[in-house]
Every structure is written in structure tokens, then in C-alpha cells.
């Protein structure tokens, strides 16, 4: 394993919080880099903030490949994890073949989508000695199948079925796991249950870590903003106020 990803693994047992954000281009992971932050994800969720694209569905490994490259020359001290995209890694050996370009354009782990069913894939990327971050409740890749973005963990049933996601996941051996979209009393027993860290994307405090899209945090994408969301910045707006400020200036001009 990368020595960049032994603090992660341990942040569990210290008790110590895991800040992880997106980043897409050399500037972003750079500037999150010297921020502090524990992980950078090259997550697919760039087919919409970057590439504008309705889901992450269209997101291609070339896509992934380009971007990871980029986010690796600039986070010289975070680990990056990169996100395999959809029908990249829908068999064991697959999973591997491209879990091994992630690796080989600057990665230091990669992440995939789903729970007990992909524990053949995370455990042959785990063997292949490519370090896996799962990824399980709601699940981006789907979002077709399930016809949009639901709250997971309703039920006791559902809370356990998470639950068992996680342990498989764990068992398989991934580092840790993205829990997005739970109901936030779900996170307490998922998070108590891993002996690998949560990662909570709209599921509450009560998780190892947080994750979020750099462009939510910092209101780069100003046309759409998950409700969970509450911006510490409003870049977007003020890009588009340079922009029309440099567009009278020119136009003004004699």
C-alpha cells in the first residue's frame, strides 16, 4: 500500500475525522492539497460538474484516465482516489485491467460502486495489490435502474441490509467505504459496525469522514446545489461577474 494512504487507514482508530473532496484539474487538487485535505477523489460525478453531462452514466474510463493524470500532478501530498465508472469493472478481472490504469496515471487507490455483490471485484483488486475505497447506499451508477436519487435506510431491514453491505465490503478488503444518501439515524450502526472508515456524503455527522463535490462547497456549479449543501463560497458568481466586468471593459473601449 502507498505510505500516502496509511493516515487514512488509521484516522478509524485515532478518532480522527477524514476531510475528503473532489478535484477534476491540476489547480483544484493543488489548492485542496495545500488546504489539508486527507484524500482527493477524481470522483465521476465530473460527467456533470465538469463535462455536462445529465449523470455520472456517460463518464467513460478514458474521462477518468485524463482527469486523474491532471489531479496527480497536483496533490503532491494527499492520497487521490479515482471513481471506476460504470460497466468498467463489472467483472472481477475487468475490474482489475482497469483498476491497474488508475494506478498507472497517478492514483492511489480506486472506488467502486456497490456492496456484497462486488465483493469479487474489490477482493481481486485488493489480491492484484490495488487499494479499493467501496461505495455503497445510494449509488450514483444507478441512478437509471432506480429512477432517481432516494434516501436509503428507511427501515430497520434496509438499515441492516446497509450494514451487510459494509461488512462485505470490509471482508473483500477495501480501506473504506463512501456511504451516500442514508437517513442520518442509519449512519450511527453503520459506522459502529466497520472496523474501516465511513466516508458520509448526505448521511449525517455520524460517520468517520465527509466527502463533498469541490464545486458544491464552493459554489461553482451555481445552476443546481444539493440541499445538503451549504456553500462556503460563491465562485461561480463571481467568475461570472469578472467575466461581464472584462466583457464591458473591452467593448467600452476606444
Not at 88 to 102: C, I, K, L, W
Not at 198 to 206: F, L
Not at 211 to 240: N, S, Y
Request: proline letters at 6%; glycine letters at 10%; a negative charge.
Amino acid at each position: 500500500m502507498n505510505h500516502r494512504l496509511e493516515s487514512f487507514c488509521a484516522a478509524k482508530g485515532q478518532h480522527r475525522k477524514i476531510a475528503m473532496l473532489t478535484a477534476y484539474d491540476y489547480p483544484t487538487a493543488r489548492l485542496l492539497d495545500e488546504a489539508g485535505v486527507d484524500i482527493v477523489l477524481v470522483g465521476d460525478s465530473l460527467g456533470m460538474v465538469v463535462l455536462g453531462y445529465p449523470d455520472t452514466t456517460w463518464v467513460t474510463m478514458a474521462d477518468m484516465v485524463h482527469h486523474i493524470r491532471a489531479v496527480a500532478r497536483g496533490a503532491g501530498r494527499a492520497p487521490v482516489v479515482g471513481d471506476l465508472p460504470i460497466h468498467s469493472y463489472d467483472t472481477p478481472e475487468q475490474a482489475v485491467f482497469n483498476g491497474r490504469q488508475f494506478i498507472d496515471a497517478g492514483a492511489h487507490a480506486v472506488k467502486l460502486e456497490g456492496g456484497a455483490d462486488h465483493a469479487p471485484q474489490i477482493r481481486a483488486l485488493t489480491e492484484a495489490g490495488i487499494p479499493v475505497v467501496g461505495h455503497i447506499g445510494l449509488l450514483p451508477q444507478s441512478v437509471r435502474e432506480e429512477g432517481g436519487y432516494k434516501v436509503k435506510g428507511k427501515t430497520p431491514e434496509a438499515v441492516q441490509a446497509l450494514i451487510n453491505d459494509g461488512l462485505a465490503v470490509q471482508e473483500a478488503g477495501a480501506i473504506g467505504v463512501v456511504v451516500e444518501c442514508v437517513k442520518h439515524e442509519a449512519m450511527r450502526p453503520i459506522t459502529e459496525a466497520l472496523s474501516i472508515p465511513t466516508i458520509g456524503i448526505a448521511a449525517g455527522e455520524d460517520c468517520d469522514g465527509q466527502v463533498l463535490v469541490v464545486h458544491d462547497l464552493v459554489g461553482a456549479f451555481p445552476w443546481f446545489t444539493p440541499k445538503f449543501v451549504q456553500p462556503l463560497a460563491q465562485t461561480g458568481v463571481e467568475i461570472r461577474e469578472a467575466a461581464a466586468q472584462f466583457v464591458a471593459h473591452v467593448h467600452g473601449a476606444n
